[in-house]
């Protein structure tokens, strides 16, 4: 604990009591204010330092799953009985928070649904990302609203005025999950920066040390530890974004602001009804809010083993252009953090989590116009945009269904299981193969 500064250590006592006085079954839902008015009131009376408790083990994870996991603070049944939609990211994203209508974090959001969701999956499954748009296009309102759904304490924001404190900072960064760095083209474009040498570590899934003089004239290394998720953003009025850094380009998947016409308007209509005299909030209650926030973090500590039958089908509509290759493991990662938030609907054998049509048709709604158009950027001359062209027609998805079926068949004669039937009705309703659209919810029923 020595070299924390007194608030950090304030916060790390008030984290340590609030996990112990919510650990019990009967542990009530109360909203982040309540939370804030208690912390005074229970640091008190603090108890002794609770032993940290083992990451659980693959096998572990599975019975958790299948039992019901008490999850930090919220009883047991609420989130046995949550079953998760990406109706529910998209809600929570265009409403207030119930008891949180007056904190900016929680401010409502016009459109965007694909960012959205995207950004989410994003945190799921641990990947890097950057949201680029122009200065007043709402990056930062998304990205505060996306990370709402994490604990305060599990994200730092760095603050870009004091960048060689960076690393001084480095328990408090190592005690979170997330870092995130504003406004991306400031620190890009300076030859000597430690937010810049901090984002290429890091991204590289490699720790970051830096060494200084101390007062006492000593040579200290301060180390940030591998692990963390690293959210940026960036204007796009900026040189640098015109130019930017191909290497950062291909380490974080890239979600773009919506500056359409259409957007504008939507927004427009949006701040003029709130004017009305007739005007309702759209409120997204506390405990559905609690229910969608313990259910991310949940995705967070699990691990799986993913098995995606559908593979070869999304191969053909990857282009062998420059980049591919590294840029389409950003949609595999997607698609298990697909797979991972709607772990329930699927099949679950051991500790293999199987991949559904419902999954490949969401990602590819959400970021295949996404990865064609960073990849149009990497290829410029004519051969390259054509192929980029032939992977932009819509897919057959009933080819899609048959061919995942024939290989999930050949696995059952292989290791002599039968998966293959409980697979495929984890999908069909009524004999019929359907997916959903998940900016709509319309049903779409695949012949």
């Known amino acids: 604990m020595k070299g924390l500064k007194k608030r950090d250590l304030l916060s790390q006592r008030a984290q340590r009591v609030y996990q112990q006085l919510f650990a019990e079954e009967s542990a009530p839902i109360i909203s982040l204010q309540e939370h804030r008015r208690m912390i005074p009131e229970i640091l008190r009376g603090l108890p002794p330092e609770p032993r940290q408790p083992s990451r659980p083990s693959l096998e572990q994870q599975v019975v958790s799953i299948s039992s019901g996991m008490k999850f930090r603070g919220l009883p047991e049944k609420v989130l046995s009985d949550y079953l998760p939609r990406v109706a529910d990211i998209r809600e929570y994203a265009r409403s207030y928070v119930q008891g949180q209508e007056h904190d900016s974090q929680f401010r409502p959001i016009v459109g965007e649904e694909a960012n959205i969701m995207g950004?989410?999956?994003?945190?799921?499954?641990?990947?890097?990302?950057?949201?680029r748009g122009g200065s007043g296009s709402g990056k930062t309102i998304m990205v505060?609203?996306?990370?709402?759904?994490?604990?305060?304490?599990?994200?730092?924001?760095?603050?870009?005025?004091?960048?060689?404190?960076l690393y001084r900072d480095a328990p408090a960064i190592n005690q979170a999950r997330v870092i995130y760095i504003p406004e991306i083209q400031k620190v890009m474009s300076k030859k000597m920066s430690p937010a810049k040498e901090l984002i290429k570590d890091l991204t590289e899934n490699k720790s970051s040390e830096r060494r200084r003089a101390h007062s006492n004239g000593q040579v200290v290394t301060d180390s940030i530890t591998?692990?963390?998720?690293?959210?940026?953003?960036?204007?796009?009025?900026?040189?640098?974004?015109d130019n930017e850094d191909v290497e950062l380009k291909r380490r974080v998947v890239h979600f773009s602001t919506d500056e359409s016409e259409e957007q504008i308007r939507k927004i427009n209509d949006f701040y003029a009804q709130q004017q009305g005299p007739v005007y309702v909030r759209e409120v997204f209650s506390a405990e559905r809010f609690t229910?969608?926030?313990?259910?991310?973090?949940?995705c967070l500590d699990f691990s799986f083993e993913y098995i995606d039958p559908f593979s070869y089908s999304l191969r053909q509509i990857i282009p062998d252009v420059?980049?591919?290759?590294?840029?389409?493991?950003?949609?595999?990662?997607?698609?298990?953090?697909c797979a991972k938030f709607h772990y329930k609907e699927r099949l679950i054998d051991g500790n293999k989590l199987y991949l559904s049509l419902q999954d490949h048709h969401l990602v590819h709604s959400l970021y295949h116009p996404a990865f064609l158009n960073t990849l149009r950027t990497f290829n410029k001359e004519s051969l390259g945009q054509e192929k980029i062209a032939l992977a932009a027609t819509s897919p057959s998805w009933p080819q899609w269904w048959e061919q995942a079926c024939r290989i999930m068949e050949q696995g059952d004669q292989s290791e002599g299981k039968k998966l293959s039937t409980q697979w495929k009705e984890k999908q069909l309703r009524d004999n019929c193969l359907y997916v959903t659209n998940p900016c709509t919810d319309e049903l779409l029923i695949l012949d």
């Open 119 to 131: 950004q989410v999956f994003c945190l799921i499954v641990g990947r890097h990302y950057m949201v």
């Open 144 to 165: 505060d609203k996306v990370l709402g759904l994490l604990p305060e304490q599990q994200i730092y924001r760095a603050g870009l005025s004091s960048e060689v404190a």
């Open 226 to 241: 591998k692990g963390k998720i690293i959210v940026l953003t960036g204007a796009v009025e900026n040189s640098y974004m």
């Open 291 to 298: 229910a969608l926030s313990s259910h991310v973090q949940q």
């Open 322 to 337: 420059s980049k591919s290759a590294a840029l389409s493991q950003d949609y595999y990662n997607l698609l298990r953090a």
